[in-house]
């Protein structure tokens, strides 16, 4: 399932250092407005090489001129698209062309449609699937990666977005990825093959997608915003950032209404026309002309023999059974193998001879052991030790991770 993400990031990340920061992109929901500013959206982009657009399908019209000049140039990397919009069946507005409220859907509805397998739902998404694969995503190159989110921001329980993953995988073009892109807090299901996330989270993910889209980026010129991150928090964002699969940068005006407007949202967006003009839309670009002018570092230092101080047994090999991974919450949880029966007292990781963090004891299911750190696995550099230490003992245990990138897996 994940051979495409690996394929994404190695086609937009060079895997050798240095790496320039290449994974930030443009939310522009309403590239199919017929307002849409695309002479001016598109020289904006001078200098940028490489881009990434993710839009919503249909909401703000039908016209695919722009957004095919975009994809048709060399430096165009990837596509995202929300094949339609949850936020208007929790505002209950009906609109006739979008797929959901113009069937007569609400968010109830379409939650036990979905739990209850009801065929005539399934095939209302595999026909916009189709229509989208046939005048969009086939148009894509191959080197261009493709990710299908079902619904903007929805409201679905993990067990129905599930449901409809499951069947609209069938009418996935080959190469593209599912996206769940849930409304709010959400550990998302198990059939999608990225999560995305909305806002500004301090931290990014490995197997994520990231918009700020809800945000918004308050510039010098343009400010007062409510929860915007400032355009000179920006830098660091998109650095701690730098892990996710794509992080979608975002303003108001992309979804064509006044960033002052408090009413803005609930005119029709075919009538929208407040669309970014040439200022607004190099102010956003400059960011990501500035990611590709930084170079990251990775933090591959030797092996450190200072981080093997009091171990009795290292396991140079990790041993079968151990295990690594971020969990729903995107934190570290580290399990041990079952021989490992009485419960360490204290699991710490080691680096350059130094403790660098402690975890939690989380609980013993099945016989293996579950500690948990605070911090996301992609913080941790290479090279590391876990030290675990037994009960009335002076020694300890430990585990070489050479690579913690490497061996994190999605839970």
Not at 23 to 29: A, H, K, P, Q, T
Not at 210 to 222: L, T
Not at 254 to 260: H, L
Request: glycine letters at 6%; a neutral charge.
């Amino acid at each position: 399932m994940f051979k495409y993400i690996i394929l994404f990031i190695f086609l937009t990340l060079p895997i050798h250092a240095p790496a320039q920061i290449t994974n930030v992109g443009f939310g522009y929901y309403g590239i199919q407005s017929k307002n849409w500013n695309c002479d001016e959206s598109f020289a904006a982009l001078d200098g940028v090489n490489n881009i990434h657009i993710a839009f919503l399908y249909k909401t703000f019209g039908l016209k695919n001129a722009c957004l095919f000049r975009f994809v048709q140039d060399p430096r165009f990397r990837s596509l995202e698209i929300h094949l339609t919009n949850g936020a208007g069946l929790r505002k209950a507005v009906p609109r006739w062309y979008e797929l959901l409220a113009g069937n007569g859907y609400t968010r109830g509805s379409l939650e036990q449609a979905l739990l209850n397998k009801d065929r005539a739902t399934f095939r209302l998404f595999k026909r916009e699937l189709a229509i989208v694969n046939e005048k969009i995503l086939s148009k894509l190159r191959p080197d261009q990666a493709c990710f299908v989110s079902p619904i903007l921001e929805h409201d679905l329980s993990p067990t129905a977005f599930d449901n409809l993953a499951r069947v609209l995988r069938k009418t996935l073009l080959p190469g593209c990825l599912i996206v769940d892109s849930p409304n709010g807090s959400y550990e998302g299901g198990n059939e999608a093959d990225l999560l995305e996330r909305h806002g500004c989270p301090v931290l990014g993910c490995g197997y994520c997608i990231n918009n700020i889209d809800g945000a918004d980026i308050s510039f010098d010129f343009r400010s007062g915003i409510p929860g915007a991150i400032d355009e000179h928090d920006l830098p660091e964002f998109i650095r701690n950032h730098v892990v996710d699969v794509q992080n979608f940068l975002w303003i108001r005006e992309y979804n064509g209404y006044a960033y002052a407007s408090l009413n803005a949202a609930n005119e029709d967006p075919r009538d929208r026309t407040n669309f970014p003009d040439r200022q607004l839309f190099t102010a956003v670009a400059n960011y990501v002309n500035w990611a590709e002018t930084q170079f990251q570092v990775p933090k591959i230092t030797r092996k450190n023999k200072k981080s093997f101080q009091n171990c009795t047994s290292t396991s140079t090999t990790l041993p079968s059974g151990f295990e690594m991974y971020r969990d729903e919450y995107y934190l570290t949880t580290v399990k041990f193998p079952p021989q490992f029966v009485q419960q360490f007292e204290t699991v710490e990781v080691y680096y350059n001879g130094d403790s660098i963090k402690s975890l939690t004891f989380l609980n013993n299911y099945s016989g293996k052991q579950t500690w948990t750190a605070d911090v996301v696995p992609y913080d941790f550099p290479y090279h590391i030790v876990i030290h675990a230490k037994s009960l009335n003992s002076s020694t300890d245990e430990c585990f070489y991770v050479k690579n913690p990138k490497k061996n994190v897996r999605r839970k």
